[in-house]
Every structure is written in structure tokens, then in C-alpha cells.
């Protein structure tokens, strides 16, 4: 995100992510985007 990397983006990564380790694995990521994206003032 400091290289600006885009809410969008992150979620087409953790997305692309899913097929080489599992959608369980993957979606286990999406509550530390939230807080990061909460640390960093963005919805």
C-alpha cells in the first residue's frame, strides 16, 4: 500500500492467492486486510 496498492488490488491478490493455497487459507487473510485497512484511516 505504500507503493500504492489499492483496496481493489489487495483483494484481486488474496483472490489469486486462493487457487495455489485454498480458499480457506486465503480467506483467512481478509480480516487482516480489514485491519489494516482500518490502521490506515481507508474503508
Known sequence: MDNGL???QAAEVVT???FYVG?????SAV???K???AG???Q
Open 40 to 42: 490506515r484511516g481507508t
Open 35 to 37: 485491519e489494516v485497512f
Open 16 to 18: 489469486h492467492l486462493a
Open 6 to 8: 489499492t483496496r481493489e
Open 31 to 33: 480480516p487482516v486486510l
Open 23 to 27: 480458499w480457506p487459507k486465503a480467506m
